[in-house]
């Protein structure tokens, strides 16, 4: 199918691709525009929108008198079966709400619950170095949480994750479904995103002992700000088949 793009969406795409391979690293200079109007048989406002596009979304920066730069701050490296944890002097985050719920539906199933029945609602916004990156929903069983630290309007010592430990029910396994979309307007907002960037999305179910759900969390980051890291041990024979196109397949990572 022919990209339907603008002409400078699709030059700006071009070159995101280049600077996310490497071969314009982090703080070199790109090609003048003369040099990317050549390449791209584009006019010259067409590179310059494009140009524009990417400053918009910190990808490129520009020294008046000098030229344009890739940006010096890269994309955050997370373990994608890892949490973002707060450090001293690199991340914080903001408790936004916390409540208690009819989560929406994938959140129900997520958590085994029955109709009607509710869950405790954590909202935090991630920073790293005073600059909002991540936005998280985590939900509880209201009958697990009620009555502890889950359900209270405060920052956790230690987490969640000693709260359910106390409760004796520790966590033990994770399950994370990775997609990408385009922000919500109060994504956008939270987060500060420029235009046209999408997010990444992990909805991740945490177990304890027997298999039983105890957690349920939504993540969104922006989609220029991170990359996913996965860091697997293979086993010696054939690969494991991982991919359906039915949209009630296993979790491909639930291995």
Known sequence: MADGRARHEQVAADIRARIMSGEFPPGSQLPSIPSLVTRYAAATATVQRALAALKAEGSIYSEVGRGVYVRRRQPLMVAASAYLAPAPGEFSY???????VVPPPEVVEGLSLGEGEKAV????????????????????????????ELAERKKIN??????????????????????????TSDEVEMLDLPPYVPVLRQL????????????????????????????????HGPMPTTWSSRPDSPDVTDH
């Not at 903001?94 to 208690?100: A, G, K, N, W």
């Not at 969640?160 to 994770?174: D, K, N, V, Y």
Request: aromatic share 4%; net charge positive.
């Open 94 to 100: 903001r408790l936004l709400d916390v409540s208690e």
């Open 121 to 148: 609602l954590r909202q935090r916004l991630l920073l790293h170095g005073g600059e909002p990156v991540e936005l998280s929903w985590s939900y509880y069983p209201s009958s697990v949480a009620a009555g502890t």
């Open 158 to 183: 230690g987490g969640a994750s000693r709260i359910l430990a106390e409760l004796g029910l520790p966590q033990r396994r994770m399950v994370d479904r990775v997609s990408t979309r385009m922000p």
């Open 204 to 235: 991740r179910v945490i177990h304890t002992d027997g298999g039983r759900p105890v957690e349920v969390s939504v993540l969104v980051k922006g989609g220029h700000l991170h990359e996913l890291r996965y860091d697997q041990q293979l086993s």
